[in-house]
């Protein structure tokens, strides 16, 4: 959700009239960020949330899969149970708009988009999704250069496998030729792919094609105003050494039992590690000696003043905590977390990644101890990097720039 408001805000500061678009399965409320910021809002209707007992095991289900299974359940929970909304909303902002832009595993955009003749961009939040001559598809082994293409075809006979069917279910509603291969095709705007990760965490390789552009993180401009620190969490900075922060970001937002079961495991990891700590849990807030529990933070305020940074390894998250120049320990859940994790790990900045299937207090208290050991050398140069970025005007500029639409 991040990537698109501060897309959204930033395409109205280049004086454009946006709409976005959000499907929200955690039932915050969007509208402060709209009206701050000047664009339109539309909130695409979605079927009513199971019960809690049904969300925690549907949860649990998805965290013992594998990688596979993990893209068909996110599918069939994300996608097709709302897909009549999707497609409703994506004819509407197609009749109404002279471009639109989405998230890259949004298909029913695309179809829309090309049945209506509107011209659309895609935005994906990695770049190992592309596939290149220069690396092999995240996850399997480096075997040389010759590999690489039996790779990524291997990888989109799997992904295709997941995906292609629903693609295509929704091309021939518009009338629109199958796509043959997802990778390819599906997820990648012929025109414009905004690839929202900074290139001094992931290089682009030289034979992409012009139109992927890897504009960095988006998020709130340089130089803008940074949340005050609540009076609580300002008390607990003050009154001892930088503690460790602990946050699984989106991945709590499900039943109150799961969120105080992961509490319960988070506070006695901090406490077999000897830290203190600052955890993260919606809905709870409460003090415990060397542990400060809270239902949220501003981290951008926050985790500078942190010894070491534990996250789920969310796009927006990892780009705060890189930010914030302090080492960091990834607990991956699902999707790209994985490929944040490990390749954190690789440049120096975190320290080996954790799985949540099975994890334990004393596997994430070792975790940590090996993160707070780290030099943050390291996490400090990347810090400063990132600092001068700004990945909403570079986006900006591509979008004007490919679509001639600039003020």
């Known amino acids: 959700m991040r990537p698109f408001l501060a897309l959204a805000a930033g395409l109205v500061r280049a004086g454009h009239e946006v709409t976005l678009a959000l499907l929200d399965h955690t039932?915050?409320?969007?509208?402060?960020?709209?009206?701050?910021?000047?664009?339109?809002?539309?909130?695409?209707?979605?079927?009513?949330?199971?019960?809690?007992?049904?969300?925690?095991?549907?949860?649990r289900r998805m965290l013992a899969a594998g990688p596979l299974r993990q893209m068909d359940i996110m599918f069939r929970d994300a996608f097709d149970l709302n897909l009549e909304a999707m497609i409703e909303t994506a004819r509407r902002l197609c009749a109404a708009n002279d471009l639109v832009i989405g998230h890259f595993l949004v298909h029913p955009l695309r179809a829309a988009a090309q049945a209506a003749g509107v011209p659309m961009a895609t935005m994906t939040p990695v770049s190992y999704i592309v596939p290149t001559a220069e690396r092999p598809p995240y996850g399997v082994p480096d075997l040389g250069r010759w590999s690489y293409p039996l790779f990524w075809r291997l990888g989109s006979f799997v992904i295709n496998r997941v995906v292609l069917r629903r693609v295509n279910e929704v091309r021939r509603r518009f009338g629109l030729p199958p796509d043959r291969d997802a990778i390819a095709q599906s997820w990648v705007a012929d025109r414009l792919n905004l690839i929202a990760a900074s290139p001094v965490l992931c290089p682009p390789p030289g034979d992409w094609g012009a139109n992927h552009v890897m504009c960095g993180f988006l998020d709130r401009p340089v130089g803008s105003a940074i949340e005050p620190v609540p009076a609580e969490i300002e008390a607990f900075l003050d009154a001892g050494v930088p503690p460790v922060y602990l946050t699984f970001g989106s991945m709590m937002t499900l039943s109150d039992a799961y969120r105080r079961e992961t509490a319960a495991l988070l506070r006695e990891a901090v406490r077999l590690a000897g830290v203190r700590a600052i955890i993260q849990v919606p809905g709870i807030d409460e003090t415990e000696g060397d542990c400060l529990i809270v239902s949220r933070s501003p981290y951008a305020s926050v985790f500078p003043r942190c010894a070491l940074v534990v996250h789920h390894g969310g796009a927006g998250t990892t780009q705060t905590a890189l930010k914030a120049g302090v080492p960091a320990l990834v607990v991956a859940h699902i999707a790209d977390q994985f490929f944040w994790g490990a390749h954190l790990a690789k440049l120096g900045v975190a320290a080996a990644p954790l799985n949540r299937r099975g994890l334990t207090a004393k596997t994430l208290a070792k975790g940590i101890r090996r993160g707070l050991a780290m030099s943050g050398e390291r996490s400090a140069e990347f810090g400063r990097a990132l600092a001068t970025e700004d990945g909403v005007k570079a986006a900006v500029e591509a979008i004007d720039r490919t679509f001639g639409c600039g003020n």
């Open 27 to 59: 039932g915050q409320d969007w509208t402060s960020f709209a009206e701050r910021d000047g664009y339109r809002l539309i909130s695409i209707p979605s079927v009513e949330r199971p019960p809690a007992a049904e969300m925690d095991a549907m949860w």
